[in-house]
């Protein structure tokens, strides 16, 4: 009995020791608390990402994306950082912190879930048929690191990469808008030529303060004359205008003025012209409007020949005066056959009352000239 009495408490000693009371997992931050939290991500992950043009986009999407944000993981500073970061100080640890836009924004990316090839395609027939937005929301938020990696090969052309981003990010929602998901193809695949197609118009838009492409064969120029330019020199060809056009399929004329309007940068007509001068660049260009002396020449002829008009048709009467006002002197004249229909005749012979009615005007007119001319003398 005494042995018994001693071993029993050993046991509930080793049992309180080998499995001590759980501890309950912390609750989840909320998105709208997790979202005021200040981190800072480096973005060489998505920096390092090769375009790729094929069709299979998600897949290569999914290995290069972000590692998911864990919103409980504590942070490697200390309490009394907490509490500055509580205050809003902009300080930890005693220094400052660099605050970088971009990274925040992909650290942000985080926080929005890559979507499966199952859900990817149950979410867009569900938007495709209801329109619900909540669809739509999580369909362009788990293809926001698309948009990223696709702005990532116009980078060279942009000082400000979030540019590019937030014009991909508004071809995105159109994608999403017009996406079919019953045709047989996935919506990143889809979302792609959208994406680019956004950031290449931003990118001609605000190239210069003058636009340089405003037709579609401007715009094939725009993109790429100097891509096909530095093809021909490494096939060991001189980039001339006519031989760039018969390898872009576009007119040697358009070649030679959209390599004007690359070379050239805009000038402000409010510049002065020289460098100790008060002139302005806009008061030495030449006006090509016309001077008041011909400006009222020009009225003084038309008053005239509308005065002569005038008084030809007060010589006709009946038909020909209907005609010659519903043919001749109307901006939306009627045809030949309801001319015909409204008097009772043929189309030929409204054709011939028509011609006659021209030779007589060219003769009175032809007139009238020939007089003023004489009294002049």
Partial sequence: MPRKSVQAPRKKARKRISSPPRQAEPEPIPAHERLLEPEIVESDDLATVE????????????????????????PPIGESDDESRASGDPTVGGQLVPVDPLSRYLAELRRFPVLSREQEAEIARRYYKYRNPEDAYRLVTANLRLVVKIANEFARASRNLLDLIQEGNVGLMEAVKNFDPYRGIRFPSYAVWWVRAYIYRYLINNWRLVKIGTTQAQRKLFFNLRKESERLEAEGFTPQPKLLAQRMGVKESEVREMQERMAQSEVSLDAPAGPEEDTRLGDVIPDTEWNPEEATAQEEWRNFARDKVEQFAATLKDKELEIFRSRLLSEDPPTLQEVGARFGISRERVRQIESRLKRRLKDFLMQQAADIEQASR
Avoid at 51 to 74: C, I, K, N, Q, R
Wanted: zero cysteines.
């Fill in 51 to 74: 375009p790729e043009h094929d069709g299979e986009l998600v897949e290569e999407l999914v290995d290069a994306s972000l590692t998911p944000f864990d919103a409980t993981a504590e």
